[in-house]
């Protein structure tokens, strides 16, 4: 079965030469390739604001439709992530070569997530809120940070095997 903690332990690297095949023939891998970078786009310009509100005490809506962009670039890229993920290893999550990255997107999707629930419920305050959207930034680069590092790996994986 593709993806299992077997396979892995056998694999030499990141991908099984049908992993990578899998991964190279999907839409999937190009759809995330476009979505990573607009992600860091759009949360470039969120951390903007944010500090900008924290600063000053100006901008608060914009500073908050940016996090709310950011949300919602999150889910789609988690949701098409996931679709990814099942293409190229036979599972929707947590398959072994992600599985960190998978346990971090959680936190950081958690973060986010109760962002927009204490916005919706008015369960904080604008300055509380912006706090909690930079600890979901923070967890975000984490995790962005991992990914790039999972890329490296996988093009040091495929330069080993030309």
């Known amino acids: 079965m593709p993806g299992t903690h077997a396979e892995t332990a056998d694999r030499a690297g990141l991908y099984t030469p049908e ?83 998978d346990v971090v997107s959680f936190g950081v999707i958690a973060l986010h997530t109760a962002y927009v629930c204490a916005l919706f419920t008015g369960a904080m305050g604008p300055v509380e809120l912006m706090v909690l959207a930079l600890a979901a930034y923070l967890a975000y680069v984490v995790n962005a940070g991992q990914f790039l590092w999972k890329l490296r790996m996988a093009r040091l994986q495929a330069e080993g095997a030309t």
């Not at 990578?20 to 759009?42: K, S």
């Open 19 to 101: 992993e990578r095949a899998r991964r190279d023939a999907t839409v999937w891998t190009l759809v995330q390739g476009v979505l990573a970078p607009l992600q860091f786009l759009v949360f470039l310009v969120s951390l903007a604001l944010v500090l900008r509100y924290l600063l000053t005490g100006a901008g608060y809506e914009a500073a908050t439709w940016s996090i709310l962009i950011k949300t919602g670039v999150l889910y789609t890229i988690m949701v098409t992530g996931a679709i990814w993920e099942k293409v190229v290893f036979g599972q929707y999550l947590f398959a072994p070569a992600f599985f960190w990255e």
